[in-house]
């Protein structure tokens, strides 16, 4: 089975610039997340789907955030503008509902650095 | 508010048996959740507790005391593999994402 893939998994870009990140989760899971993980920290939610309805983006940083999953499949994260403190791992995480663990299954991650 | 607490670093040696604490306190709970994570690597799924007790998987052992908000991972005849950070997540409520800890970074040495 393959895993979560993520794309690209390096970036740098200069504060200001816009980037985006692809993921695309194992076949069949309906749940997809995207988690910011900072240097020395745990990953933090920034967004849930199921399939493609946002569950909760409470932690979105809207104004220069933004990310879709067309056809509950896919789903790209946008960074625009960017800030020196979005500089850190993006990890695509993703789960299905059968059984009762609900295990999250992680990409590779995207390493972003902000200059 | 949601708080999850873990020592930042721990030390052992190869052959030995070590165990990372982690506190909780979140507005709800539906399991916690242990995975390791080496650097420069996506977490791995160690470990599901959802009711107390002890859950054994090879030469990994999760607890869990929902009452006291408490968790332990116990890690068995290390190796010098397991050096890596062992982030403790805790799910409010079923088919919701993880709240992590910071991550205990353990050290394995000869």
């Known amino acids: 089975e393959a895993g979560v893939a993520q794309s690209p998994r390096y970036k740098i870009i200069e504060k200001r610039q816009s980037v985006a990140f692809w993921c695309n989760p194992i076949?069949?899971?309906?749940?997809l997340y995207w988690y910011q993980q900072i240097l020395g920290q745990g990953p933090k939610l920034l967004i849930q789907?199921?399939?493609?309805?946002?569950?909760?983006d409470s932690q979105l940083p809207k104004d220069r955030f933004s990310a879709e999953r067309l056809k509950g499949v896919d789903s790209t994260l946008k960074i625009q503008p960017a800030k020196l403190e979005d500089s850190a791992v993006y990890l695509c995480?993703?789960?299905?509902?059968?059984?009762?663990?609900?295990?999250?299954?992680f990409g590779p991650g995207t390493r972003l650095t902000v200059t | 508010g949601q708080n999850i607490d873990q020592p930042t670093e721990m030390t052992a040696t190869e052959g030995a048996i070590v165990q990372i604490n982690c506190t909780y306190q979140?507005?709800?709970?539906?399991?916690l959740f242990w995975y390791q994570q080496h650097a420069g690597e996506a977490p791995t799924f160690l470990s599901y507790n959802v009711l107390d007790g002890l859950e054994e998987k090879g030469r990994f052992s999760s607890f869990l005391s929902r009452s006291k908000g408490y968790s332990y991972l116990l890690l068995k005849e290390l190796q010098m593999k397991d050096s890596a950070s062992y982030l403790c997540?805790?799910?409010?409520?079923?088919?919701?994402?993880?709240?992590f800890g910071k991550g205990t970074t353990l050290s394995v040495s000869s």
């Open positions: 995480a993703s789960s299905s509902r059968d059984g009762a663990t609900y295990e999250q299954y």
């Open positions: 997540a805790v799910r409010n409520q079923a088919g919701t994402a993880l709240i």
């Open positions: 076949s069949g899971h309906a749940t």
């Open positions: 789907f199921q399939n493609n309805g946002v569950v909760d």
């Open positions: 979140t507005s709800g709970f539906n399991g």
